[in-house]
């Protein structure tokens, strides 16, 4: 059993309020959770209008698949509207 966890540091520029922050990380997570058989927190940051801390986490029967379908939720991530990532970190367990 392999366990890969993404973290990724992002900015949500046009962020007036959480509340608009919310509107772009919960879209995010909901189309990583309905693509993808992985889990997704925001797990810093909450408090940050322009900024969000993510974890995203995969476990899998090899670090292949877990490492593929954790670059697919990045992929992702990398094309939500308003989110510019500046800092990414995979480890796997």
């Known amino acids: 059993m392999h366990i890969g966890i993404l973290e990724i540091r992002g900015r949500i520029v046009a962020a007036q309020s959480l509340k608009d922050k919310r509107k772009v990380i919960q879209s995010a997570q909901m189309r990583i959770r309905n693509k993808l058989n992985l889990s997704v927190a925001e797990v810093g940051d909450q408090d940050v209008r322009q900024l969000t801390c993510?974890?995203?986490?995969?476990?899998?029967?090899?670090?292949?698949?877990?490492?593929?379908?954790?670059?697919?939720?990045?992929?992702?991530?990398?094309?939500?509207?308003?989110?510019?990532?500046f800092e990414t970190d995979l480890s796997f367990i």
Not at 59 to 69: D, F, L, T, Y
Not at 70 to 83: F, M, R, V
């Open 54 to 85: 993510l974890a995203i986490v995969g476990v899998g029967s090899s670090k292949q698949v877990v490492e593929r379908e954790l670059g697919k939720a990045l992929k992702i991530l990398e094309n939500t509207d308003g989110l510019d990532i």
